[in-house]
T-cell receptor
């Protein structure tokens, strides 16, 4: 079946540090890949997405590239801010299949000033 | 454009009771999905509705049910509540979806249910 594996953390960084959160997937067919972010007490917000191999999604300084050969979609940011503290979820939906989003377990990021 | 709204935001119930949660999608969105979020199981798909029909269903017992109205608003119902049903219930909407289109799903703030 379809699944997403991401580093669970928690991850603690200092402001302006480089961030990588690893995400790998197993899927039948050709999935679309997403990163969602959840701030304390809130729902999920789409951070970025990619729908085909080699696509790069980017938003608010975050980037992730859809790597079909390594079945990965790692999230990166060159310089994190305190306001980036949140839980980050990698997710997929299989094209041609259900609309069901399959999520990883989430990675809690804390950025200290 | 207003986002996805969910009511109520917080609920406290006792075991054996039933509960109904409501979700209003973004205007023009016709697909509504529901997810359960718990610390132990993470985010799990409950079901998806499109044009008042359940299009997809996750692996939850029959105590969990839902429906969608002609204006795309959706409700989910949990009967005979158990302690393990305590969770954040999230609703998400998208334009039309279907066949794993990869459309963005927009999430509401969730309803936090506590079962005592």
């Amino acid at each position: 079946g379809n699944s997403v594996t991401q580093m669970e953390g928690p991850v603690t960084l200092s402001e302006e540090a480089f961030l990588t959160i690893n995400c790998t997937y197993t899927a039948t067919g050709y999935p679309s890949l997403f990163w969602y972010v959840q701030y304390p007490g809130e729902g999920l917000q789409l951070l970025l997405k990619a729908t085909k191999a080699d696509d790069k999604g980017s938003n608010k300084g975050f980037e992730a590239t859809y790597r079909k050969e390594t079945t990965s979609f790692h999230l990166e940011k060159g310089s994190v801010q305190v306001s980036d503290s949140a839980v980050y979820f990698c997710a997929l939906v299989t094209q041609g299949g259900s609309e069901k989003l399959v999520f990883g377990k989430g990675t809690k990021l804390t950025v200290n000033p | 454009k207003a986002g996805v709204t969910q009511t109520p935001r917080y609920l406290i119930k006792t075991r054996g009771q039933q509960v109904t949660l409501s979700c209003s999608p973004i205007s023009g969105h016709r697909s509504v999905s529901w997810y359960q979020q718990t610390p132990g199981q993470g985010l799990q798909f409950l079901f998806e509705y499109f044009s008042e029909t359940q299009r997809n269903k996750g692996n939850f017992p029959g105590r969990f049910s839902g429906r969608q109205f002609s204006n795309s608003r959706s409700e989910m119902n949990v009967s005979t509540l158990e302690l393990g049903d305590s969770a954040l219930y999230l609703c998400a909407s998208s334009l039309a979806g279907g066949s794993g289109s990869g459309e963005t799903q927009y999430f509401g703030p969730g309803t936090r249910l506590l079962v005592l």
